[in-house]
């Protein structure tokens, strides 16, 4: 993984405007909502890098393929607020890189990062229930389900969808190295 780049502009397009990617998430921006995103995201990552803003609410790292070099997604944390000893994760794949491993792989490091050099203690995962993927491989990782899943509505009722959150602290965690 790296920090993202002004390169990565394309590929924030092509995650966040692919019906198939955001199936679990919401619905797909526009190309414009997508860059403006990215402008965000960039901007943050900067921030953070550069020491100039050491309270980023945010830091995204593009996930880069190890033998063909190709970008195949972005991963992230998300602060709230002032504390920065928790942190929510998450990750996009573009969908040719789907079954392949590389969520445990590029999470694991961004979980070891986050312990080791950004000094959270806890890191928190909310996703689609239905998302069985991402509930395999979080559990992979040593994150921790309890009994308090989230019931959570979009604003259109009949849309009304199941979350699920867990957690991890670096006790938990399984390196899948």
């Given amino acids: 993984m790296r920090p993202i780049s002004e390169a990565d502009k394309a590929l924030y397009r ?3 405007c692919d019906k198939r990617v955001m199936r679990h998430i919401g619905a797909p921006l526009t190309q414009a909502q997508a860059d403006r995103a990215f402008q965000t995201a960039w901007t943050q990552m900067n921030r953070a890098i550069s020491g100039a803003v050491p309270t980023s609410q945010y830091m995204n790292w593009a996930i880069v393929e190890r ?6 997604g972005v991963q992230g944390l998300t ?11 998450g990750i996009m794949l573009l969908p040719q890189a789907n079954g392949k491993l590389y969520p445990e792989e590029a999470m694991g490091a961004l979980m070891e990062y986050a312990y080791l050099k ?3 203690t806890r890191i928190l995962a909310n996703f689609a229930a ?3 993927a991402t509930e395999r491989f979080v559990k992979k990782l040593g994150f921790v389900f309890g ?3 989230l019931s959570t509505a979009t604003s259109e009722p009949k849309k009304a969808h199941q979350m ?7 006790h938990h965690y399984k390196s899948t190295k």
């Fill in 130 to 132: 239905k998302n069985l």
């Fill in 118 to 120: 950004l000094g959270v």
């Fill in 147 to 149: 009994s308090n899943a």
């Fill in 164 to 170: 699920k959150s867990c957690f991890a602290d670096p």
């Fill in 79 to 89: 602060w709230q607020g002032e504390d920065r000893s928790q942190a929510e994760i």
């Fill in 67 to 72: 033998q063909s070099l190709r970008t195949i």
């Fill in 14 to 16: 092509r995650l966040y």
